[in-house]
């Protein structure tokens, strides 16, 4: 405890309010969103503690002045800059019933906030909403177009099929893992046990609980390859205010329609909250014409190029030599259907004059040291790799903040990722003839609306093209995490021939890397559940 002499009996009753101890020299501060933030960048600058300055600055007459408190917050953003001052405030967001592809534009915003997605592995799409219909988004774009009544057949064709494969792979997976044959841990005694084995009606419960799950989950990892771009999914976000300026200006400067319209009510809900630090959200001129330039200089040079076959997993080269070329290729990475190694190799044969225009116009006409160009200036870790999977693994995967990552725009043209349990269970008809309906209307809806607006019929199953740049921090953390036996067996595969290419080439780090898991695992999610059963246990105990 420190002396509390300095402050009056009353000025205490006071403080007790805003903070958790003001008799102490730690304490948290409390009920004061859209203020803590400019209150704490004001005494970082005055001689005296936080509550002395929150005394002196915000409060008149015992109470908390918002008109001063605002005149204060101006002063300050407008003297110190709101970039730092940003990442002292926070809010919580929901954005909820927007498409998977708009999330992946939000969680891409890596710096300064923490989403959470709701998760295709746990939740099956097979209802509709209260009025009848399916579960995706009808783009502005789309239903104005000549396309939308065939994109909402082939739309509700879609998600009637995934639907309808439901309760057969269920019925599929308890015939391999009946019941009675089923083993898990939910008792914690560091052995499985079958369901004859347990005794106490709890722990049967526990034990059925478990079961209905490993089913469940391991039937939505099967059949989620079905679900589309387009499929409504809610996001739950926490950040600070720099991040949801970025955020939100991210989202007015994307082309999708959607995409602004998710920032326009993202930002009157935080000019509820947390106003000053959304006060600069706007559409980015700057980066609009940026891209756009570039995507018009990258079907100009990489019009005539067909794209090279690629592995899934490609370790591309490091080094000082190259680094200005793969700078350039990374440039052109996210507006070309190109591997990485290709691209390097073919700005490497360009003339001079050729290669710096592509540096130009990426980083196009800066007026502010605010007007930053994007993430290919970020290459040059000793780590890059070049990665092919379906968008549902991208989508786990792409959520690793360490690390830079591009992608580029879906489309069907890199394949599609069968699942051998729907061939087996005697459903590959199924999926082949909805995915071939799905691919035709990616064309339709490419041609009248352009490849933005045709990605949200793209399907999870879809291969797709992107690069992860990371420091061997990273790269332990990811692949030690995502080799774990209950992720999902796709993401798992790529992770460990990630880790393999990484040890080949520096074997030193293998030690580092000592925890990756290179098993394969048929129900691992059973193992997963009956975990958390235990845990329920242990919390009823």
Same mark, same amino acid.
């Given at each position: 405890?420190?002396?509390?002499?300095?402050?009056?009996?009353?000025?205490?009753?006071?403080?007790?309010?805003?903070?958790?101890?003001?008799?102490?020299?730690?304490?948290?501060?409390?009920?004061?969103?859209?203020?803590?933030?400019?209150?704490?960048?004001?005494?970082?600058?005055?001689?005296?503690?936080?509550?002395?300055?929150?005394?002196?600055?915000?409060?008149?007459?015992?109470?908390?002045?918002?008109?001063?408190?605002?005149?204060?917050?101006?002063?300050?953003?407008?003297?110190?800059?709101?970039?730092?001052?940003?990442?002292?405030?926070?809010?919580?967001?929901?954005?909820?019933?927007?498409?998977?592809?708009?999330?992946?534009?939000?969680?891409?915003?890596?710096?300064?906030?923490?989403?959470?997605?709701?998760?295709?592995?746990?939740?099956?799409?097979?209802?509709?909403?209260?009025?009848?219909?399916?579960?995706?988004?009808?783009?502005?774009?789309?239903?104005?177009?000549?396309?939308?009544?065939?994109?909402?057949?082939?739309?509700?064709?879609?998600?009637?099929?995934?639907?309808?494969?439901?309760?057969?792979?269920?019925?599929?997976?308890?015939?391999?893992?009946?019941?009675?044959? $089923?083993?898990?841990?939910?008792?914690?005694?560091?052995?499985?046990?079958?369901?004859?084995?347990?005794?106490?009606?709890?722990?049967?419960?526990?034990?059925?609980?478990?079961?209905?799950?490993?089913?469940?989950?391991?039937?939505?990892?099967?059949?989620?390859?079905?679900?589309?771009?387009?499929?409504?999914?809610?996001? =739950?976000?926490?950040?600070?205010?720099?991040?949801?300026?970025?955020?939100?200006?991210?989202?007015?400067?994307?082309?999708?329609?959607?995409?602004?319209?998710?920032?326009?009510? $993202?930002?009157?809900?935080?000019?509820?909250?947390?106003?000053?630090?959304?006060?600069?959200?706007?559409?980015?001129?700057?980066?609009?014409?940026?891209?756009?330039?570039?995507?018009?200089?990258?079907?100009?040079?990489? =019009?005539?190029? /067909?794209?090279?076959?690629?592995?899934?997993?490609?370790?591309? =080269?490091?080094?000082?030599?190259?680094?200005?070329?793969?700078?350039?290729?990374?440039?052109?990475?996210?507006?070309?259907?190109?591997?990485?190694?290709?691209?390097?190799?073919?700005?490497?044969?360009?003339?001079?004059?050729?290669?710096?225009?592509?540096?130009?116009?990426?980083?196009?006409?800066?007026?502010?040291?605010?007007?930053?160009?994007?993430?290919?200036?970020?290459?040059?870790?000793?780590?890059?790799?070049?990665?092919?999977?379906?968008?549902?693994?991208?989508?786990?995967?792409?959520?690793?903040?360490?690390?830079?990552?591009?992608?580029?725009?879906?489309?069907?043209?890199?394949?599609?990722?069968?699942?051998?349990?729907?061939?087996?269970?005697?459903?590959?008809?199924?999926?082949?003839?909805?995915?071939?309906?799905?691919?035709?209307?990616?064309?339709?809806?490419?041609?009248? /609306?352009?490849?933005?607006?045709?990605?949200?019929?793209?399907?999870?199953?879809?291969?797709?093209?992107?690069?992860?740049?990371?420091?061997?921090?990273?790269?332990?953390?990811?692949?030690?995490?995502?080799?774990?036996?209950?992720?999902?067996?796709?993401?798992?595969?790529?992770?460990?021939?990630?880790?393999?290419?990484?040890?080949?080439?520096?074997?030193?780090?293998?030690?580092?890397?000592?925890?990756?898991?290179?098993?394969?695992?048929?129900?691992?999610?059973?193992?997963?559940?009956?975990?958390?059963?235990?845990?329920?246990?242990?919390?009823?105990?």
């Amino acid at each position: 405890m420190i002396s509390a002499q300095r402050f009056t009996q009353e000025e205490l009753t006071i403080l007790k309010h805003y903070v958790t101890d003001p008799e102490s020299n730690v304490f948290a501060v409390k009920g004061l969103t859209g203020i803590v933030g400019p209150a704490y960048a004001r005494y970082s600058r005055a001689q005296g503690s936080f509550l002395e300055t929150f005394l002196k600055e915000f409060i008149k007459d015992g109470v908390l002045d918002a008109v001063k408190a605002a005149e204060v917050i101006e002063r300050i953003l407008i003297a110190y800059g709101d970039d730092s001052v940003g990442e002292l405030e926070g809010a919580h967001v929901s954005m909820e019933q927007i498409s998977n592809l708009a999330t992946k534009e939000i969680e891409d915003r890596r710096i300064g906030g923490s989403p959470i997605e709701q998760s295709t592995r746990y939740v099956v799409y097979d209802q509709k909403d209260t009025e009848g219909k399916w579960r995706y988004l009808r783009p502005k774009e789309i239903m104005e177009s000549p396309v939308a009544r065939e994109y909402e057949v082939v739309m509700d064709e879609l998600f009637s099929t995934y639907a309808s494969l439901v309760e057969p792979m269920e019925a599929f997976y308890r015939n391999l893992k009946p019941l009675e044959e $089923a083993e898990y841990d939910v008792i914690g005694k560091g052995t499985k046990q079958k369901r004859a084995d347990l005794k106490e009606e709890k722990d049967l419960k526990a034990f059925d609980r478990t079961y209905k799950f490993d089913i469940r989950t391991k039937t939505c990892d099967t059949i989620r390859i079905l679900l589309p771009a387009a499929t409504l999914t809610n996001v =739950g976000l926490y950040g600070n205010g720099r991040f949801y300026q970025y955020l939100l200006t991210h989202l007015y400067t994307h082309p999708l329609s959607e995409m602004g319209d998710i920032a326009a009510k $993202a930002h009157n809900a935080l000019n509820q909250v947390i106003p000053t630090f959304v006060k600069r959200a706007k559409k980015n001129e700057y980066i609009a014409g940026a891209r756009s330039e570039m995507q018009n200089l990258a079907d100009k040079l990489l =019009g005539g190029v /067909c794209p090279a076959q690629a592995k899934s997993v490609t370790l591309t =080269g490091s080094g000082e030599a190259d680094f200005f070329l793969m700078t350039l290729a990374q440039m052109l990475y996210p507006y070309g259907k190109h591997p990485l190694a290709q691209l390097c190799a073919f700005v490497k044969q360009l003339p001079q004059e050729t290669q710096e225009l592509i540096l130009a116009t990426y980083v196009g006409e800066r007026k502010t040291r605010r007007d930053r160009p994007d993430r290919a200036l970020e290459t040059g870790y000793p780590l890059t790799f070049d990665l092919v999977g379906d968008f549902g693994i991208y989508r786990d995967l792409q959520r690793h903040r360490m690390l830079t990552q591009q992608r580029q725009l879906l489309n069907p043209y890199l394949g599609f990722e069968d699942n051998a349990d729907i061939k087996t269970a005697g459903f590959q008809d199924r999926v082949d003839a909805i995915r071939q309906k799905v691919e035709a209307l990616y064309e339709k809806v490419k041609t009248a /609306c352009g490849r933005h607006v045709a990605q949200y019929t793209v399907l999870m199953g879809h291969k797709m093209r992107w690069t992860m740049g990371m420091n061997l921090r990273a790269a332990e953390h990811m692949f030690e995490l995502r080799t774990t036996p209950q992720g999902h067996p796709t993401y798992r595969r790529i992770c460990q021939e990630m880790t393999s290419q990484t040890l080949k080439r520096y074997p030193w780090a293998k030690e580092i890397l000592k925890f990756v898991d290179y098993g394969d695992y048929q129900w691992a999610r059973g193992d997963s559940e009956a975990k958390q059963r235990q845990k329920e246990r242990d919390l009823d105990q």
